[in-house]
T-cell receptor, first 109, second 116 residues
Framework: DAKTTQPTSMDCAEGRAANLPCNHSTISGNEYVYWYRQIHSQGPQYIIHGLKNNETNEMASLIITEDRKSSTLILPHATLRDTAVYYCIVRSTGNQFYFGTGTSLTVIP | DTAVSQTPKYLVTQMGNDKSIKCEQNLGHDTMYWYKQDSKKFLKIMFSYNNKELIINETVPNRFSPKSPDKAHLNLHINSLELGDSAVYFC???????????????FGDGTRLSIL
């Protein structure tokens, strides 16, 4: 699986959009980009995934660059409950989810 | 309804004891997993079962033995517990049959194991 690089930590003001970047410059054509988050004391929570096109669901939007070497997870209106560690993972069929160190997002009142 | 449920949530026990953690999923998935999250928060896969058959066994001591009575359950039995086994253990499940790389895993809330 391709390696991902994320900032260690980020802050975001409550009510503003949180934009979490991820670099995956060695991603291969059949690898999907996944985002999970882990709120303290809970299990990792699936947020969104995509292959080439931008994706949106009720939780977030995923923007993947045209060359697929990076992506951004957007939480449109961050709340205090969005404070968590966010993991960007790339994987293809038959491969496992490898969780790195992620980005610790703190939403500030 | 809880999708992936683990019991117990907390487990405190003495070194040398044998203990089990249970996991059940009601998502109709065909594959289940056990992960270990250590004190540095790294989440590492331990085992994977597909339709009751072991398909992944990472470098895990043989004191750890997963058991899958059916595809909705994957239990983890640990013999002769050691101090280093203290961690949070997460169960997860996914659709492998449908997987083209696009099937997410869904996790339980973890079992916090503390060895005294």
């Amino acid at each position: 699986d391709a390696k991902t690089t994320q900032p260690t930590s980020m802050d975001c003001a409550e009510g503003r959009a949180a934009n979490l970047p991820c670099n995956h410059s060695t991603i291969s054509g059949n690898e999907y980009v996944y985002w999970y988050r882990q709120i303290h004391s809970q299990g990792p929570q699936y947020i969104i995934h995509g292959l080439k096109n931008n994706e949106t669901n009720e939780m977030a939007s995923l923007i993947i660059t045209e060359d697929r070497k990076s992506s951004t997870l957007i939480l449109p209106h961050a709340t205090l409950r969005d404070t968590a560690v966010y993991y960007c993972i790339v994987r293809s069929t038959g491969n496992q989810f490898y969780f790195g160190t992620g980005t610790s997002l703190t939403v500030i009142p | 309804d809880t999708a992936v449920s683990q019991t117990p949530k907390y487990l405190v026990t003495q070194m040398g004891n044998d203990k089990s953690i249970k996991c059940e999923q009601n998502l109709g998935h065909d594959t289940m997993y056990w992960y270990k999250q250590d004190s540095k928060k790294f989440l590492k896969i331990m085992f994977s079962y597909n339709n009751k058959e072991l398909i992944i066994n990472e470098t895990v001591p043989n004191r750890f033995s997963p058991k899958s009575p059916d595809k909705a359950h994957l239990n983890l039995h640990i013999n002769s517990l050691e101090l280093g086994d203290s961690a949070v253990y997460f169960c997860a499940s996914s659709h492998t049959l449908l997987d083209k790389g696009n099937q997410p895993q869904h996790f339980g809330d973890g079992t916090r194991l503390s060895i005294l």
